[in-house]
């Protein structure tokens, strides 16, 4: 539920960034700027959360950010500046930050307890609160302002959190006590290059991460400014791309049976890299949508697997990293495509998605015996 809330948050606020880019009178580089807060809040907050969690435990730090993050989400569409934007997007960055390194704590802790390689399936319950949140966008984004629509999701994941979160505080996994985290500390020594070849991991999630980010915060305004699309089908945008991630990322632990690791990032990444050339350079708002719908289908499985890999060679550490490069990725990369399409246009920074989905299908493959070697 909390990977659910946290995608759907995420969703309602960047399907409303054309309104709210409108609002501010921001340019696609200063808007660009206001975004790198939400990066900004995040990455400091990631690098701080794994400390919050071994303290007080990643149920606990999960709950906490599920009431900052819904009151946070309210602020944007508060402002009427691209400074002042750029300040609150550091509130909401740290919360969404924080709710994706708790919560990915908590996953590894549950992914170990089953003994089964599921980790696809929590991100598929984000990817299908994003597909929600973007869907509800679209249909009230002709009807209904950013600030009534932000302010009504606010209260939505107060009460998720209000509901989902007792449970999850009467919860804990006995492998995830300090005196367990303690015990295994010196076993998470890495050598160095078993830490390099969890940063490898941490880079394919970050290549791929990065279109996440991208069509979450651009693609909406591309359908509208560039393809001219009604504001309900360029919120469609997002809503198409999460569908076919859910889908994709549904069916992952099958396909890792059926293909294993290295084929999932390969042939994960050249569909990724193939649907968003479609997405960034078609002509038409529709054919626009089957590029993303394709895109998503391709980049589903890839940050879990990394995620995945970097964990069976170092543990939750090794996860940790990967997450936090991966998400990296997803915040950083929307600010980059802003300053892209304001040099050359937002068409031409789009297809940077499918240069990175590439290389994280290069990445992959190359890194197919990394783990072996790395623990020899």
């Known amino acids: 539920m909390f990977f659910a809330l946290d995608g759907f948050l995420f969703a309602g606020w960047v399907v409303r960034i054309p309104a709210i880019?409108?609002?501010?009178?921001?340019?696609?580089?200063?808007?660009?700027?206001?975004?790198?807060?939400?990066?900004?809040?995040?990455?400091?907050?990631?690098?701080?959360?794994?400390?919050?969690?071994?303290?007080?435990?990643?149920?606990?730090?999960?709950?906490?950010?599920?009431?900052?993050?819904?009151?946070?989400?309210?602020?944007?569409?508060?402002?009427?500046?691209a400074l002042s934007l750029g300040l609150v997007l550091l509130v909401f960055g740290a919360a969404y930050g924080g709710m994706n390194v708790a919560m990915n704590s908590a996953a590894v802790d549950l992914v170990a307890s089953l003994r089964r390689p599921v980790m696809p399936s929590f991100h598929a319950a984000f990817s299908l609160g994003g597909m929600v949140g973007a869907g509800l966008g679209g249909l009230v984004a002709g009807g209904l302002s950013a600030s009534v629509h932000l302010f009504v999701l606010a209260g939505i994941g107060l009460l998720v959190t209000a509901f989902a979160g007792p449970a999850l505080l009467r919860h804990r996994p006995a492998h995830a006590t300090p005196e367990a985290v303690d015990a295994r500390s010196p076993q998470q020594r890495l050598s160095p290059r078993a830490r390099r070849v969890v940063v490898l991991f941490g880079v394919i999630a970050l290549c791929t991460a990065y279109g996440e980010g991208a069509l979450a915060d651009w693609g909406a305004l591309h359908l509208e400014q560039d393809l001219g699309a009604r504001p309900g089908v360029a919120a469609a945008g997002y809503a198409v791309f999460a569908l076919t991630m859910t889908a994709g990322r549904l069916s992952g632990t099958l396909l890792l049976e059926r293909l294993g690791q290295t084929r999932t990032l390969v042939l994960g990444g050249a569909t990724a890299a193939a649907g968003m050339l479609l997405g960034s350079l078609a002509p038409t708002a529709w054919a626009a949508l089957a590029g993303f719908a394709v895109t998503g289908l391709g980049l589903a499985n890839i940050f879990p697997v990394a995620v995945g890999r970097a964990g069976e060679l170092a543990g939750p550490s090794g996860v940790a990293a990967a997450s936090t490069l991966g998400y990296g990725g997803m915040l950083l990369g929307p600010p980059a495509i802003g300053f892209l399409a304001d040099w050359f246009s937002l068409p031409l920074a789009l297809t940077t998605v499918a240069l990175l989905a590439a290389a994280a299908a290069v990445l992959g493959y190359g890194a197919r015996n990394a783990t072996s070697e790395a623990r020899a």
């Open 21 to 81: 880019k409108q609002q501010t009178g921001a340019s696609a580089a200063t808007l660009g700027l206001a975004l790198l807060g939400v990066s900004a809040g995040a990455v400091v907050t990631m690098m701080l959360t794994g400390r919050l969690c071994r303290r007080f435990g990643s149920h606990a730090v999960t709950v906490a950010c599920g009431v900052l993050l819904p009151l946070s989400i309210a602020l944007p569409a508060q402002t009427h500046s």
